[in-house]
């Protein structure tokens, strides 16, 4: 491994506003991933294993109760250097990394199909084999992450445009039906949802795995295809086009061939964050997903960008420190970060108009340098 162009070191005093982030609220979520690292808990996606230096901070965070976030601060300056991340490989480039949004959509759904929720969302089949990192499959040319088990080969699994035909039917894998593909899809992108049921029930989805076909942006298809200008295009605006196109749109969805399947979650109340990669809780405006292949989990991260709030309510800023507790298929690249900003519609309009850019450093233990494989 050698030591990346794309990274600058920095001191603290060049992170915007370092000083007043509330520090203590980092370290709980700090400390929280720090004890699934230390304990060497499996994640339920993985990405690069923690450095011995990342799990010893993890195992003195644990012994460590800080009552300020003047105290909290002082641990991650002593625990840390920052780097600043240009995903260009060129410091003076204008735009810098690139943040979106994400956040854990909360939906109307049953335990049994009827004629107004007719969409399932599935668990995952048994014969799915998730690959080992760099690992592909004789004969087909698309870089898989998941195949099937055809008695002992394994073959490429179905696709959503055959998932979607019934590839999987009479399994039983359905876990709850929603109102329609277009909900299904969205939680897809997301990762994870609250489902409200008509008895009064509520449960959790988790992602539990995807069929391994590379992620397509539809929102990138529509742009190109100019169906939704790209100043426009949020979660709402591409959600919206699609329930106004129902014949394109079931075409236009499946030319994003991955499909993700779920878990219910156990244990986890309303108040608790759903489960990110890492396996544990996420956090609102604290964690976020990064590039599994490059990051570790639990590295924390200094975010300044523009925010945007309620209502259309206009822009402030993300200035503050971020834990990496999650990954996506679409989160490729060292200043490619999603923000996870809450649960339910008002997190999916602030989440939808998330995207800019901005200045991102990466705090990694003191000694270690960025490296890319």
């Not at 992108?189 to 076909?213: E, F, M």
């Amino acid at each position: 491994m050698t030591q990346s162009r794309d990274f600058r070191p920095a001191a603290f005093h060049e992170l915007r506003n370092w000083a007043a982030d509330d520090a203590l609220a980092a370290f709980a979520v700090f400390k929280a991933g720090a004890a699934a690292i230390v304990e060497g808990r499996a994640p339920l996606r993985s990405a690069r294993a923690p450095s011995a230096s990342l799990v010893a901070i993890g195992r003195a965070a644990l012994s460590e109760n800080p009552r300020s976030a003047v105290e909290a601060r002082a641990f991650f300056e002593r625990q840390f250097a920052p780097f600043e991340i240009f995903p260009d490989a060129e410091p003076s480039g204008p735009e810098g990394a690139f943040f979106t949004g994400y956040f854990e959509p909360v939906t109307e759904g049953s335990s049994e199909q009827s004629a107004s929720f007719q969409a399932p969302i599935l668990a995952r089949p048994v014969d799915l084999v998730t690959l080992a990192r760099g690992e592909h499959l004789k004969g087909c040319d698309v870089p898989l992450t998941s195949a099937r088990r055809v008695g002992g080969r394994l073959q490429p699994f179905p696709d959503r445009a055959a998932i979607d035909a019934g590839a999987l039917a009479g399994q039983g894998l359905e876990l709850v039906w929603l109102k329609d593909h277009v909900e299904v899809f969205i939680i897809q992108v997301q990762g994870s949802a609250q489902v409200k049921l008509k008895d009064g029930r509520r449960i959790r989805l988790r992602y539990d795995g995807r069929n391994g076909w590379p992620y397509t942006s539809i929102g990138r298809l529509l742009i190109e295809e100019r169906a939704i200008a790209s100043h426009e295009m949020s979660l709402e605006a591409l959600t919206n086009w699609l329930r106004a196109h129902p014949r394109k749109a079931e075409s236009v969805m499946r030319r994003n061939r991955s499909y993700v399947f779920f878990a219910i979650a156990d244990g986890l109340g309303e108040s608790s964050g759903p489960v990110g990669g890492a396996d544990i809780p996420l956090t609102p405006g604290r964690s976020l997903a990064v590039d599994r292949g490059m990051w570790s989990y639990g590295l924390p991260f200094w975010v300044d960008v523009e925010r945007p709030l309620p209502d259309d309510g206009g822009r402030d800023r993300w200035q503050r420190l971020m834990i990496a507790q999650d990954t996506g298929t679409a989160i490729v690249g060292a200043g490619r970060i999603d923000i996870f900003v809450g649960s339910g519609a008002g997190a999916g309009s602030l989440a939808g108009r998330q995207r800019h850019h901005g200045r991102l450093f990466v705090l990694l233990p003191r000694g270690e340098a960025p490296v890319r494989s």
